[in-house]
């Protein structure tokens, strides 16, 4: 059967070793990261592969490594994830673990019945490593999920705790952040610690959508979810839209609240896309937190119609989990188009140009 693929690319803003007071990194950059990583999640059990235990970090989304495809050619890297969940919104697969603890080929369904052994049940996680563009892209289907969150506290979660790094040395401190030091750097204890982040890319300064949104934005609205029953520690609007009782408020009951705030605003072109790639949605939800633009018109424009995105048709051949191989060769035949933008801003970055 034919599938409708929806790609989302992202910057990658920080990835590997940083001191306290440094901007760049000093080791452990995105594809040393993806290397190790690999080599890692390839000789792990698949439960093995989230990196937190699920009896103590029950605020954690679970998060194993199913299947790691690597290019030599371009150094890119396939990953397919399983997002551990076990809600009934959208199809909800089951991935038998055999007894060497690697998991069986074919996922099976919730109207199936199990087979014999652990069953962990959740939904694939596609996501495309471009080291050359220092760029993350991910991949959704309708039976697909994409948590960009999830991802990077699989990565920062992988290497901070399971990963091996015998030439450096770690320690944990009493509030759990991992601190680290080259082994023969005693002069200079414990100074880096990993970071891993990621930002929604969105399409150029210089793209004819984004330059015609300029001309014609008179309104910001952002767009938050308030919790009314946990301590937020946010600090401005958010934090003290929390506080107010309105009348006839609607979900009284509920535990949170969805508040817009529109401020009268008149950004440039380069203002719009940072505040698009800082505040902009990364959720699959259509109704969750996000930022968007009034227009002169009064019509309301919202931040992910400006992503940096792609679609594309790829036949599943009946299979519901996607080989990383298979998937990796179908986005490959348009590379270069894909990543075209990418490595413009670059080359832009690089020289000083404009966008």
């Known amino acids: 059967m034919l599938q409708s693929g929806h790609i989302n690319f992202f910057n990658v803003d920080k990835c590997g070793l940083y001191s306290f007071s440094g901007k760049d990194p000093v080791a452990l950059t995105l594809p040393d990261t993806f290397e190790k990583l690999t080599e890692w999640a390839k000789a792990r059990s698949f439960e093995t592969t989230n990196p937190w235990d699920p009896k103590k970090n029950k605020n954690k989304t679970p998060c194993y490594c199913h299947k790691v495809h690597f290019d030599e050619a371009t150094g890119d890297y396939l990953l397919v994830l399983w997002k551990g969940e076990n809600d009934k919104h959208g199809p909800l697969y089951g991935m038998t673990i055999a007894a060497d603890g690697k998991p069986d080929q074919k996922p099976i369904k919730q109207a199936d019945k199990p087979k014999k052994g652990k069953v962990v049940w959740g939904r694939p996680c596609y996501y495309w490593v471009i080291p050359k563009a220092q760029c993350i892209a991910s991949i959704k289907f309708e039976n697909s999920r994409c948590d960009s969150n999830m991802f990077q506290d699989w990565v920062a979660g992988s290497m901070n705790f399971r990963v091996e790094l015998p030439e450096y040395k770690k320690v944990t401190t009493d509030s759990g952040l991992v601190r680290l030091q080259f082994s023969e750097d005693e002069s200079n204890p414990y100074k880096y610690y990993y970071q891993f982040d990621l930002s929604?890319?969105?399409?150029?300064?210089?793209?004819?959508?984004?330059?015609?949104?300029?001309?014609?934005?008179?309104?910001?609205?952002?767009?938050?979810?308030?919790?009314?029953?946990?301590?937020?520690?946010?600090?401005?609007?958010?934090?003290t839209f929390g506080e107010i009782i309105l009348p006839y408020a609607s979900n009284k009951d509920s535990k949170s609240r969805k508040v817009e705030l529109t401020v009268e605003a008149r950004p440039t072109v380069e203002e719009i896309r940072d505040i698009i790639e800082k505040f902009g949605s990364t959720s699959d939800s259509a109704d969750g937190d996000d930022v968007g633009f009034v227009l002169d018109n009064g019509r309301t424009v919202w931040a992910k119609q400006y992503r940096h995105s792609e679609t594309f048709s790829i036949n599943d051949d009946g299979n519901d989990i996607l080989d990383a191989k298979y998937l990796y060769q179908t986005l490959s035949a348009n590379r270069s188009r894909y990543l075209a933008p990418i490595f413009k801003d670059m080359r832009a970055a690089k020289t000083g140009t404009d966008k």
Do not use: C, Y
């Open 200 to 239: 929604l890319r969105t399409l150029s300064t210089s793209s004819a959508p984004l330059q015609e949104l300029g001309k014609k934005v008179t309104h910001i609205i952002r767009r938050e979810t308030v919790s009314l029953n946990v301590k937020d520690e946010r600090k401005g609007w958010v934090k």
